[in-house]
């Protein structure tokens, strides 16, 4: 299906004016220069984000989603049916079992390469659930969201641009509804509407690589009622949209990149990003509005959403693969790779890896295809592989910890080394087996600290349990879905008791 984009009208034309296509790494991290973003990290107002030392490693672990779309085609990229061009698979809706099984592939790798959150998933999966959404609104509403959808995905796909998606709201006192909360900034809402668009206002919490991307869409995070119509809203802005203020996360170890060196930071290139997200009467344009009061379809988008996205937490797997090579590694610098204990733990540490992967997988082959043509993931195999992850990677990490030593927590500092008094008892003593360079060995020990206690350790762990949904929302999405009635007619057929 090749269907021509409408360019944007003259009301949105200036919104896409800055945005130039992509093709490389380096024209993306050019594409975030100089925008008029606020955004504040430890009390302080950042002037440009792209050179921040502790922004830096954020913004090279999404700028990789680029580069493994040149160096590897055949899983980050895939055919636009909007275009028929080659668009980045970060912007294509799956249209088969298939792409959802390259995708979980692209993920894997990219969890590999970076070691970290690579940021670029929120928006995809966001893109996926919305194409189905708007076009059943649509159907049974009478409404226009999903030429609206589509001609926005155009523009986006033409340009390689980055989607952030904005969906957890603060949510105040969890036992009550969007309307009942003392300040409905609680859950972001519309608060006024003109005749070009509407302005919404409120905050979205744990925006994954929110500064780095060029446009960013929110959407409703629970299921809600009538009384909550003005918080059944999805739409699209530009990142640094008016009004917009972004508060970065505060990460463990996250400033030790300012001590200079590349030792201690673990893995010095790469991280993720975690923001605050505050909205104070941002305007968005009709065109860009997906969904405005239709507040029986916002169960739906967040059931699709988390089908897709708790897949995509198959990213960890990659992140394993990494934590299995550098607790291989320590052990082999120590001298004892060979030790039977150790290849035990190297193998269990594999068997939980590719479990979470297993799982994944298996949503992706067993996809169901929706009415607008998009597949997604089988939902109880997709909560399945979330449900492994929230558990899996803090086993992984204890054995890597485990085969590591208690080095890994009270090993000297970078500038120990360098100090002409300490460096030499250092090397000295922290020797392994011989012709291993100590400093090596601590190299790689404080890449297993940064993963399991240190920066990275926020989205190997903390994020594998709490994105897409913290365990318990999976547990009732398995209980729902878990047909206990099906199977106890099956026993008891057998057993030929209660028919
Ligand atoms: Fe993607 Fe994983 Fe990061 Fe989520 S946690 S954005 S799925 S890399
Ligand atoms: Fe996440």
């Keep these: 299906m090749n269907i021509t984009i409408p360019d944007p009208t003259d009301a949105i034309q200036t919104l896409w004016q800055p945005f130039t296509p992509i093709k490389t ?53 895939a055919t636009s049916p909007l275009t028929g061009q080659p668009i980045n698979r970060f912007l294509h809706v799956p249209e088969g079992p298939q792409d959802l099984v390259l995708k979980a592939e692209m993920q894997r790798e990219l969890g590999r390469r970076t070691g970290t959150c690579f940021q670029r998933c929120v928006g995809m ?21 999903h030429q609206r959808f589509l001609a926005f995905l155009g523009q986006v796909q033409k340009r390689n641009l980055v989607i952030a998606g904005a969906m957890t709201d603060p949510k105040g006192d969890r036992s009550k509804a969007p309307h009942e909360q003392s300040d409905p900034d609680l859950f972001l809402h519309v608060t006024r509407r003109t005749k070009t668009g509407m302005y919404v206002t409120g905050a979205k919490m744990h925006l994954t690589g929110c500064i780095n991307s060029h446009w960013v869409i929110f959407m409703p995070t629970v299921r809600l009622s009538e009384n909550d119509k003005d918080y059944a809203v999805v739409g699209a802005i530009p990142a640094d949209a008016p009004g917009l203020t972004y508060i970065y996360g505060r990460q463990s170890c996250d400033t030790r990149i300012l001590d200079g060196g590349d030792i201690d930071a673990g893995n010095p290139h790469y991280s993720g990003q975690e923001a605050m997200m505050i909205f104070d009467d941002v305007f968005v344009p009709f065109e860009h509005v997906f969904m405005d009061g239709e507040y029986t379809y916002a ?18 797997t990659g992140l394993g693969d990494v934590l299995v090579g550098a607790a291989a590694t320590a052990a082999d610098y120590n001298g004892v790779e060979g030790a039977s204990h150790i290849r035990d733990k190297l193998v269990e540490m594999t068997y939980l890896n590719e479990t979470i992967y297993a799982s994944a997988k298996a949503s992706a082959y067993q996809a169901n295809e929706l009415p607008s043509g998009a597949w997604i993931n089988d939902a109880m195999l997709a909560n399945i592989c979330k449900h492994n992850v929230t558990r899996f990677p803090y086993e992984i990490a204890r054995l890597a910890q485990d085969i590591a030593g208690g080095l890994l927590v009270t090993m000297p500092s970078e500038k120990d080394l360098d100090n002409e008094e300490t460096g030499g008892l250092i090397r000295k003593f922290l020797m392994g087996r011989d012709g291993i360079d100590s400093v090596d060995r601590m190299k790689i020990l404080r890449l297993i600290e940064n993963m399991t206690i240190g920066r990275n350790a926020v989205g190997y762990l903390t994020e594998s349990l709490h994105g897409a949904g913290s365990p318990q929302a999976q547990r009732i999405l398995i209980a729902r879905l878990a047909e206990i009635d099906n199977k106890k007619k099956l026993a008891q057929r057998l057993a030929n008791v209660g028919q």
């Design 299 to 316: 169960a739906s988008l967040v059931e699709r959403f988390t089908s897709y996205h708790r897949a995509s937490y198959v990213c960890k």
């Design 25 to 77: 790494a380096e024209d993306y991290i050019e594409s975030l220069r100089g925008r008029n973003m606020t955004v504040y990290y430890l009390g302080e107002k950042i002037d440009e984000p792209v050179d921040h030392p502790v922004i830096w490693p954020s913004i090279n672990a999404l700028a990789e989603t680029y580069r493994l779309a040149i160096d590897n085609p055949e899983i980050a990229t």
């Design 125 to 145: 999966d966001a893109l996926g659930s919305l194409h189905s959404v708007t076009y059943d609104m649509d159907q049974e509403c009478g409404t226009d969201y």
